[in-house]
């Protein structure tokens, strides 16, 4: 069928041929299909009071996620497995091992945030047989607790890896070949429309499928992973018209690795190409680890955080530190250009009329450099960017500057390079002589706002600062702070 979504959720198959463009999971679970233990906190992605697995067949196997229902489209699901809290419990009602490991700890008390917990839990003891504390943590950092403090569904979590009764017992476990066959079942080789009332969405069948479409529906909004698009509606009550879903995409979910760097596809969400990147460029990694919490992760995409051209995007200003390049898709063909000539203004990309992006390549830093990104939140987990600043730097044997690149996110309307700075650097010794003469040049590149993140007079000193932070690294100085877990 092509008028019609069709998926999977806990062990009943789902048709929907009456559904918007920008109706959310969240709504669906509880006001279609009363299924209230997924809860709204935040409706932003935020607090994971939402969370649910999502499974998805690649390359031919099954992989679950934990994503926020409360920014998950309709569109984005079909052919997956939406599994819920209510889908837990035992035959005989009894209660999962995730879910008796909080009781038996003490994980909960007003019990608003618990079901996001467990379905985050449950993500990892499905991944995870016996998860460090810093793996648990991470699983956990799209959570918030209002009342019990972290500590309890911490060693929760760690109780439970010791807890794995008989596969019959979980039903992902049970009934995993089932729902692959389910699911390998509801794939289609043509293009899904649905229109209702005013509004439409799109799921294209391959990618040249998606170059005819946006070719003929310029004005489209491209969603991949709709952390972002998915805040205009709940938060602004946007309506977007016609929607074209992007994430089922096989052709835009490669991660490439080659001698000289990675090429990694736009519909390739965060967790995807961590692996990859974290191997090569750590720093980077690092970074990735502190966008959003693990659902925001699994469901956002680099892809979509550049052709968003967000000032305080994440990924651009790292990914112009790198000198990575672009490349886009329509009709005409292919189109590369180096990343940080994308961003032309505010609200305002290099992107032709049924144009979109298809992949970016990310150089890898030769031996000799050193590079570094650094981003400054008002909380360290699932902030949002006050200030973001990028370093790529090569010494001569004589540890002159023969090239860096400086890039930043949060001080002007687009990511942007500090090319005044880096010409003060250039074909200079490497001393804090250097770097104390060079601060200055900041006030000619970047004349950044106030807003309720950051003042201006702040973010231009924390840039400031931020260059001589990466100067005492490169030099041995204990500059940055580690976790215990990090240094023990």
């Known amino acids: 069928m092509n008028d019609s979504i069709r998926f999977i959720l806990n062990g009943e198959d789902i ?4 559904v918007g463009p920008t109706e959310t999971l969240l709504d669906f679970l509880r006001l279609k299909r009363r299924l209230t233990g997924t809860k709204e906190g935040c409706a932003e992605g935020d607090c994971g009071a939402c969370t649910v697995l999502v499974g998805r067949l690649a390359d031919g196997k099954l992989a679950y996620e934990s994503v926020n229902a409360c920014i998950r489209f309709m569109g984005s699901l079909h052919a997956t497995h939406v599994v819920t809290v209510e889908h837990l419990a035992g035959r005989d009602g009894a209660l999962h091992p995730v879910q008796q490991a909080l009781v038996d700890c003490h994980g909960s008390q007003c019990g608003f945030c618990t079901p996001g917990f467990v379905m985050s839990l449950y ?10 504390r810093r793996e648990i943590e991470k ?8 009342c019990t403090g972290y500590e309890p569904i911490v060693k929760a979590a760690a109780q439970v890896s010791l807890m794995r009764p008989s596969a019959l017992f979980d039903p992902l476990q049970r009934t995993r070949s089932e729902i692959v066959a389910r699911l390998w079942a509801m794939q289609t080789s043509s293009t899904i429309r649905i229109a209702k009332d005013e ?8 990618l040249q499928a998606l170059t005819e479409i946006l070719s003929q529906e310029p004005d489209a909004i491209v ?5 972002d698009v998915g805040l205009w509606v709940t938060k602004q009550m ?19 690795e080659s001698e000289d760097g990675v090429t990694i596809g736009a519909g390739v969400s965060y967790s995807g190409a961590f692996a990859a990147i974290s191997k090569k460029i750590p720093a980077l990694g690092r970074l990735i680890d502190r966008i959003g919490g693990e659902q925001v992760r699994n469901m956002g995409t680099i892809g979509g955080n550049i052709a968003n051209g ?3 995007g994440d990924s651009p200003p790292p990914l112009i530190a790198l000198g990575a390049t672009l490349t886009l898709r329509s009709l005409e063909g292919q189109r590369k250009l180096p990343l940080e000539d994308f961003f032309i203004a505010y609200g305002k990309q290099d992107r032709k009329p049924g144009e979109f992006v298809e992949s970016v390549f990310v150089p890898y830093p030769k031996a000799a450099s050193r590079f570094a990104a650094y981003k400054i939140t008002k909380r360290r987990d699932e902030d949002i960017t006050a200030v973001l600043g990028a370093f790529l730097l090569t010494l001569d044997d004589a540890e002159m500057v023969t090239d860096i690149r400086i890039a930043f996110g949060g001080m002007a309307a687009t990511p942007k390079r500090a090319r ?13 002589a250097t770097i104390d003469t060079a601060r200055p040049a900041f006030d000619a590149d970047f004349q950044p706002l106030t807003d309720w993140r950051a003042t201006a007079e702040y973010r231009q000193l924390t840039a400031k600062n931020l260059l001589t932070r990466f100067y005492l690294e490169t030099v041995g100085a204990p500059a940055e702070l580690k976790r215990f877990e990090e240094v023990a």
């Open 15 to 18: 048709a929907l041929a009456d």
């Open 123 to 132: 993500g990892l003891w499905l991944t995870k047989e016996h998860p460090s």
């Open 139 to 146: 699983a956990l950092q799209g959570n918030l607790c209002r």
């Open 199 to 206: 509004d439409r969405l799109i799921i294209p069948a391959s």
């Open 223 to 227: 969603v991949a992973g709709s952390t």
């Open 238 to 256: 946007r309506r977007l018209s016609p929607v074209v879903f992007i994430n089922h995409l096989s052709e835009l979910q490669s991660v490439t």
């Open 310 to 312: 967000s000032p305080i």
């Open 420 to 432: 005044t700075v880096e010409a003060e650097l250039i074909g200079k010794p490497w001393t804090e």
